[in-house]
């Protein structure tokens, strides 16, 4: 069965919003990270938004 356009946007954005919440909450409530560690997860996190090749890996930990 197909879900009608308008119906998989609403169930999208409702989705993206869940994810940001939880992400904030998950956020406020962990233990401070190291600054590498958070420069990783900022850096992994850029290259997830960046235009990428084929070979170009999105994060990497070397």
Do not use: G, H, Q, Y
């Amino acid at each position: 069965m197909a879900i009608a356009p308008d119906i998989m946007v609403r169930l999208l954005v409702e989705l993206c919003r869940f994810l940001t919440e939880a992400a904030d909450v998950a956020r406020e409530i962990a233990p401070m990270r190291p600054p590498a560690v958070a420069a990783f997860d900022l850096a992994c996190a850029n290259a997830a938004l960046a235009p990428t090749s084929a070979t170009t890996p999105i994060c990497s930990t070397s």
